[in-house]
């Protein structure tokens, strides 16, 4: 488990680019924001634009890495001002829901399963 208002590595496994976030919220599924607009960019290096796609990622926090599968969209609440991320984003583990249709996304499911295929 991720405390809320925790801060954790993201590493999106095609492209090894590694930038840091902080739990907002969420509970089917974690909600996070990139830390700084250092780590924005990066996440923004990795999308190319802001899209819903789903990416396979690895999730790093207290020495423990998580096979996972984000979304790229700024959406609904910020809570860090000056990072350059104009919401949050959504990230699914194995098992994970969406908030609205409390149903597993079998698009994120397929992320994570690619995810367990990498290492940290």
């Avoid at 840091?20 to 250092?38: I, Q």
């Avoid at 796609?53 to 910020?78: C, E, F, Q």
């Amino acid at each position: 488990d991720i405390p809320f208002d925790s801060t954790f590595k993201v590493k999106d496994v095609l492209t090894g680019k590694i930038f840091t976030c902080k739990r907002w919220s969420g509970y089917n599924h974690l909600d996070a924001e990139p830390l700084t607009k250092s780590d924005t960019n990066t996440m923004l290096a990795v999308y190319g634009h802001w899209s819903w796609r789903r990416r396979a990622i690895l999730v790093k926090y207290n020495g423990h890495v998580y096979a996972a599968s984000m979304n790229g969209m700024p959406h609904g609440t910020s809570t860090i001002s000056g990072n350059g991320f104009d919401g949050h984003f959504c990230i699914h583990f194995y098992g994970s829901k969406t908030h609205e249709s409390g149903k597993v996304d079998q698009e994120h499911q397929n992320c994570v399963a690619t995810a367990m295929n990498y290492s940290w």
